[in-house]
């Protein structure tokens, strides 16, 4: 069964959104989804960039008042 | 009926929470209304940045370790009894003894671990200096390196998120002061599109690669390591080649944690501000062991413990507690050798490092020393 995992990296100057993202991918089943907010509008371009190369499935990318909210898939 | 304090884990964090508490409440445990345990997986005190330094003979082992007891406040109970499972709903952690605690207030400080086997090759094909055998390994390897292609590989997520960086520019000048530059190719990979987790930090750090010659690849995330053929590959299909290869390993939190079923990859859901494990009142928790979206880092661990020790004060003084963490991180910033910077940041402000300098550098060489004054609770 597979499950979406939300980080919450509002304010997280170090690691940061795409750190996160890639380590809550590393705990996760493929299949499984993982939504990260972020309060850094870079990430907005960093996560899909960073997907595309790697081979992981982008959801969705919505901007919110003052955040983003970014769901990736992992495919493999 | 006393109240029971009981930390699990004997590192930085636990071992800075037990005494800053222990400092403020004599008085109570003097008169038994509250005792203080701290359980440990290991007699010695590993004073961990200290690592950094072992690979070029900079730093003596003696200096990183001293005795656990020696370190705690002698009113603290002490057990090398590593914990089996923590039980937040009875109140109790049982130990590799059998032992059971049982507690009113329980501090989670069981740090985080390196995960070499998760990696394809990498416990065999590579070297780190985030533990001593690896640490005195890299030393043995320096030594004899005569030239070649090095690899400074980052991997996510990892503690001292400076130590990349910091292991590159000081192995660049010690291969300097060894005459090997221009036998030397300098290749450093990270996980991300930029040099470093902070944007700042990466913005100073690039034309310092770049005027050095240190190659970079970002967007790397290892996949494998062929010892043999003595490549390293990244998710994103890159292979690059080394002679001697450096890693950062991935970390996960401690066995414990997940074997509790109190949060997946050994990272407990903690509550950014009180520090209390999501879904307890009488749990706080501290450093490496949250899942905190913050630096994995021995200053993280001393601001946290510094705001959990005054909130048990208060609780055991005078029934509540109101202070909250605001995210604060300090980090050193080793650039060679000779000079250093440093960050600080927390949750509303961003980094904004000062320009290198050799005092700096000095400051972190005092603090290698004064830290013993930290886990005491008393710096």
């Given at each position: 069964?597979?499950?979406?995992?939300?980080?919450?990296?509002?304010?997280?100057?170090?690691?940061?959104?795409?750190?996160?993202?890639?380590?809550?991918?590393?705990?996760?089943?493929?299949?499984?989804?993982?939504?990260?907010?972020?309060?850094?509008?870079?990430?907005?371009?960093?996560?899909?960039?960073?997907?595309?190369?790697?081979?992981?499935?982008?959801?969705?990318?919505?901007?919110?008042?003052?955040?983003?909210?970014?769901?990736v898939r992992k495919?493999? | 009926?006393?109240?029971?304090?009981?930390?699990?884990?004997?590192?930085?964090?636990?071992?800075?929470?037990?005494?800053?508490?222990?400092?403020?409440?004599?008085?109570?445990?003097?008169?038994?209304?509250?005792?203080?345990?701290?359980?440990?997986?290991?007699?010695?005190?590993?004073?961990?940045?200290?690592?950094?330094?072992?690979?070029?003979?900079?730093?003596?082992?003696?200096?990183?370790?001293?005795?656990?007891?020696?370190?705690?406040?002698?009113?603290?109970?002490?057990?090398v009894d590593p914990?089996?499972?923590?039980?937040?709903?009875?109140?109790?952690?049982?130990?590799?003894?059998?032992?059971?605690?049982?507690?009113?207030?329980?501090?989670?400080?069981?740090?985080?671990?390196?995960?070499?086997?998760?990696?394809?090759?990498?416990?065999?094909?590579?070297?780190?200096?985030?533990?001593?055998?690896?640490?005195?390994?890299?030393?043995?390897?320096?030594?004899?390196?005569?030239?070649?292609?090095?690899?400074i590989n980052a991997?996510?997520?990892?503690?001292?998120?400076?130590?990349?960086?910091?292991?590159?520019?000081?192995?660049?000048?010690?291969?300097?002061?060894?005459?090997?530059?221009?036998?030397?190719?300098?290749?450093?990979?990270?996980?991300?599109?930029?040099?470093?987790?902070?944007?700042?930090?990466?913005?100073?750090?690039?034309?310092?690669?770049?005027?050095?010659?240190?190659?970079?690849?970002?967007?790397?995330?290892?996949?494998?390591?062929?010892?043999?053929?003595?490549?390293?590959?990244?998710?994103?299909?890159?292979?690059?080649?080394?002679?001697?290869?450096?890693?950062?390993?991935?970390?996960?939190?401690?066995?414990?944690?997940?074997?509790?079923?109190?949060?997946?990859?050994?990272?407990?859901?903690?509550?950014?501000?009180?520090?209390?494990?999501?879904?307890?009142?009488?749990?706080?928790?501290?450093?490496?062991?949250?899942?905190?979206?913050?630096?994995?880092?021995?200053?993280?661990?001393?601001?946290?413990?510094?705001?959990?020790?005054?909130?048990?004060?208060?609780?055991?003084?005078?029934?509540?507690?109101?202070?909250?963490?605001?995210?604060?991180?300090?980090?050193?910033?080793?650039?060679?050798?000779?000079?250093?910077?440093?960050?600080?940041?927390?949750?509303?402000?961003?980094?904004?490092?000062?320009?290198?300098?050799?005092?700096?550098?000095?400051?972190?060489?005092?603090?290698?020393?004064?830290?013993?004054?930290?886990?005491?609770?008393?710096?």
């Amino acid at each position: 069964m597979t499950e979406r995992i939300t980080v919450d990296a509002r304010g997280s100057f170090c690691p940061g959104p795409l750190m996160e993202m890639i380590a809550a991918l590393k705990l996760a089943k493929v299949g499984d989804e993982v939504e990260v907010l972020s309060s850094d509008k870079g990430t907005a371009a960093d996560i899909p960039e960073w997907v595309a190369k790697v081979g992981h499935t982008l959801v969705d990318s919505t901007a919110h008042g003052g955040y983003w909210s970014l769901v990736v898939r992992k495919a493999k | 009926m006393a109240k029971k304090l009981l930390i699990v884990g004997s590192g930085m964090g636990g071992t800075i929470v037990a005494n800053g508490v222990a400092r403020q409440i004599g008085g109570l445990l003097r008169t038994g209304e509250v005792n203080i345990t701290v359980i440990g997986n290991t007699p010695m005190h590993l004073y961990q940045p200290g690592l950094l330094y072992v690979p070029f003979g900079r730093i003596h082992e003696s200096e990183l370790f001293r005795e656990q007891t020696r370190v705690l406040d002698r009113r603290i109970n002490f057990h090398v009894d590593p914990a089996k499972h923590i039980d937040v709903e009875k109140n109790r952690v049982t130990a590799q003894s059998g032992r059971v605690y049982d507690y009113d207030y329980l501090v989670i400080a069981t740090g985080s671990r390196l995960m070499t086997g998760v990696i394809p090759g990498m416990a065999e094909g590579a070297h780190w200096f985030y533990d001593l055998e690896g640490a005195r390994k890299l030393r043995t390897a320096l030594a004899s390196f005569a030239g070649g292609k090095i690899v400074i590989n980052a991997n996510a997520p990892h503690k001292c998120p400076v130590a990349p960086l910091e292991i590159t520019f000081m192995l660049y000048d010690y291969l300097r002061n060894r005459g090997l530059l221009d036998k030397t190719e300098f290749t450093y990979t990270y996980p991300i599109g930029r040099i470093h987790a902070l944007e700042p930090v990466a913005h100073w750090a690039k034309p310092e690669f770049e005027k050095l010659g240190i190659k970079y690849e970002t967007f790397f995330n290892t996949s494998a390591i062929d010892p043999q053929k003595k490549e390293i590959s990244s998710e994103e299909g890159v292979t690059l080649p080394y002679d001697l290869l450096i890693t950062i390993p991935p970390h996960q939190g401690s066995q414990v944690i997940e074997d509790s079923n109190l949060g997946k990859g050994g990272w407990v859901p903690t509550n950014r501000t009180t520090l209390q494990r999501e879904g307890s009142t009488n749990v706080f928790v501290v450093g490496d062991t949250t899942n905190i979206p913050i630096s994995k880092a021995g200053s993280t661990a001393h601001f946290e413990a510094d705001t959990v020790i005054e909130n048990l004060v208060s609780i055991f003084k005078e029934g509540s507690w109101s202070r909250l963490y605001d995210g604060k991180v300090y980090c050193f910033v080793e650039t060679g050798m000779t000079t250093g910077t440093y960050v600080w940041f927390n949750y509303e402000t961003p980094p904004n490092p000062t320009p290198p300098s050799q005092m700096i550098h000095w400051f972190k060489l005092a603090y290698n020393r004064m830290y013993w004054l930290s886990a005491r609770g008393l710096l």
